[in-house]
């Protein structure tokens, strides 16, 4: 891999050659104006390579595109300092990002052979007029003399219709389908089906997040992942959030459309995997979801009105495996849904899965799990016992009431760095394409950026002193120009106003008075924490000095976070493969003890103490230096 080094910063990094200069000098720390988002068009990436060999676009008036310059070989690289400025300033400190939590610690559970739908071959004797016994007694009785003498079997009635010819044409050898039962020595015959078909079984793990919705088709023999695939939930159309669709629920057959919505999409996202991996419904047998307690709600088709409001109770929290089929999905009659227990209202069978899914339940260290989302899920604890709350911080993290803020998709802005003095942006947006606006990471990156350089003050208010092409007075007060007209998608501004400063710093002050309402409820400080773990994709994105800096995060050495990706999903894969699994969700949902923060005094003081940057009592933020 080459190595690039950076004049006059004096960095030097390794590049792949499909990376482009720019966005290895924001990987390195190295400031290079661009305020088009990295798409080409603002020209302002100007380098001057000094050595080695690159392939792109070189500029008409000498030098290179940062952005579309790639390195063939080692190279030296020199920012041309185009203003008078503060040297010093050219290099800030490389993004810190959280430790992998499945590389640092593998995945918490390793496939063991026994899904709670598993499959077993039997060879039974042809009947005569000595052994002319009913064809389902001859397969109890198999079953009961040879591998499952001690077990107490149910019977679903479709198996009468599949039995008779399934032995004949199997030649009296068939492969059963067996469900756990919930109960110690008891199981449930689902499906029986000619010969040896072992090779054939096959299972689904979903996530289904309020905006998005993944899937997984997985091996159940051998624990593998054969393909993958994600939508967005197609219930946005009906509220970006769940509150906003339990409302739309309420109204005529809105409860059926919400129902209908999510099972259309997990029909397509099926489809798409079955068919990347040449397989059919028919070896299907388990689907394993995790949701938050209105998505699974809503996929069981339960009201949510009692949910909704105080006190909040749901219809239940605990559900018996489904029928798949029974709510609309396009499978066999015999492929049951197990959806993830819930805690509460807003504490979902996600972040159950989460918390299972990366193995909490299972170390001594004490750890604080975070989904950092419009709910704000928390969960404090270790192997012994575990407390959680919700937060509700709002969609801010996700671009919502952000005037150009969207979701994390191509075009939008995903990190920025301000250069002090000059105020001018070096941004990158997804997929390298022009700005359309800004996404989560790109706001607390935008955050952090001007509070740092000091374009912000403490109480998120812009320093009127600066005002310039940058900084200037606008519709929703005073605002920062983070692409210009010209260099954007929209062919308008994209700003980040006072406004945006004031939504994002309630919600993060939201999450923050969260963990610290937790730990003062065990009698516990952050100096106690020895693991932070980040859930969800947003995680692995989150430059945690950036995040600290704003006060979404505590102050704590940098190497004990750790992302978890989709913990949700990766919980959901782990019970799909394990009947254990799905009895450790449900063990782990109960020893949950729920805080409600909605009432809570103290909350409320935290909160309001949490309405800064980073926060009014600065002892908690040693690293963070305000700018004077």
């Known amino acids: 891999m080459p190595k690039v080094t950076f004049y006059p910063a004096d960095v030097t990094i390794e590049v792949a050659t499909d990376e482009n200069l720019l966005r290895s000098a924001m990987r390195a ?60 300033a050219l290099a800030r400190p490389a993004a810190t990002k959280a430790a992998s939590w499945i590389r640092s610690f593998g995945e918490a559970f390793k496939w063991d052979g026994k899904p709670a739908v598993h499959k077993m071959v039997v060879e039974l004797p042809k009947p005569s007029l000595n052994d002319s016994v009913s064809d389902l007694y001859r397969l109890r009785r198999e079953l009961a003399q040879g591998t499952l003498p001690d077990v107490s079997l149910d019977v679903d009635s479709q198996v009468l219709y599949e039995l008779p010819d399934a032995l004949r044409c199997g030649n009296w050898k068939v492969t059963v389908s067996l469900m756990e039962g919930g109960k110690p020595d008891h199981l449930r015959l689902i499906k029986v089906e000619a010969g040896d078909v072992m090779s054939e079984h096959l299972a689904l793990a979903v996530d289904i997040g309020t905006t998005t919705v993944s899937v997984q088709l997985l091996n159940l023999n051998s624990g593998e992942v054969l393909k993958e695939a994600s939508d967005y939930n197609p219930q946005v159309s009906y509220g970006e959030d769940v509150i906003s669709r339990m409302e739309f629920s309420r109204k005529g057959e809105g409860l059926k459309i919400l129902q209908q919505k999510i099972v259309e999409c997990l029909n397509s996202l099926m489809d798409e995997v079955l068919n990347g991996a040449g397989a059919n419904t028919e070896a299907l047998g388990i689907v394993s979801i995790a949701a938050n307690s209105v998505m699974t709600h809503f996929l069981m088709g339960l009201d949510t009105r009692y949910l909704r409001a105080q006190p909040y109770t749901p219809v239940a929290t605990h559900f018996p495996p489904v029928r798949a089929g029974e709510l609309g999905m396009e499978v066999p009659g015999h492929v049951r849904i197990f959806p993830a227990p819930c805690v509460a209202s807003y504490v979902g069978g996600d972040i159950v899965a989460g918390v299972v899914g990366a193995g909490l339940n299972r170390s001594p260290e004490l750890t604080l799990f975070i989904d950092i989302g419009t709910n704000g899920e928390i969960v404090l604890g270790n192997q012994d016992w575990m407390a959680c709350a919700a ?53 607390i990156s935008l955050l952090a950026g001007l509070f740092t350089a000091g374009a912000l003050d403490q109480q998120g208010k812009f320093n009127r002193n600066l005002r310039g092409e940058r900084i200037r007075p606008g519709r929703d007060g005073w605002e920062y120009v983070v692409v210009e007209a010209e260099s954007s998608a929209t062919g308008q501004d994209i700003v980040f106003t006072e406004a945006d400063v004031e939504n994002l710093v309630r919600a993060k002050g939201a999450m923050f008075a969260g963990y610290l309402t937790l730990l003062e409820s065990v009698g516990m400080g952050f100096e106690d924490l020895e693991r932070v773990v980040l859930a969800g ?29 989709n913990s949700s999903l990766l919980g959901a894969k782990a019970s799909a493969l394990s009947w254990q699994v799905i009895r450790e969700l449900h063990q782990v949902a109960q020893m949950m003890t729920h805080f409600d923060l909605s009432d809570n005094a103290r909350f409320m003081d935290h909160y309001v103490s949490s309405l800064f940057l980073p926060h009014t009592d600065m002892s908690l933020f040693p690293s963070v230096h305000p700018a004077p």
């Open 537 to 565: 994709n947003f995680g692995s994105y989150l430059d945690l000095d950036q995040a600290i800096t704003i006060g979404l995060l505590p102050d704590i050495p940098r190497e004990r976070f750790f992302f978890a990706g």
């Open 391 to 443: 937060c509700s911080a709002g969609p801010a993290f996700e671009g919502g009431g952000i005037r150009h803020g969207m979701r994390a998709t191509t075009g939008a802005v995903e990190v920025v760095h301000i250069q002090p003095g000059t105020w001018e942006p070096m941004a990158l947006t997804i997929g390298g394409r022009k700005a359309k606006g800004i996404c989560g990471s790109g706001i």
């Open 29 to 88: 720390g190295v400031h290079i104006n661009a305020s088009c988002g990295g798409s080409g068009v603002c020209n302002k990436c100007r380098i001057i390579i000094e050595e080695g060999e690159a392939s792109g676009e070189r500029l008409p008036e000498g030098g290179w595109k940062a952005c579309d310059t790639y390195p063939v070989s080692d190279l030296t690289v020199r920012i041309p300092v185009e203003s008078e400025m503060d040297r010093g």
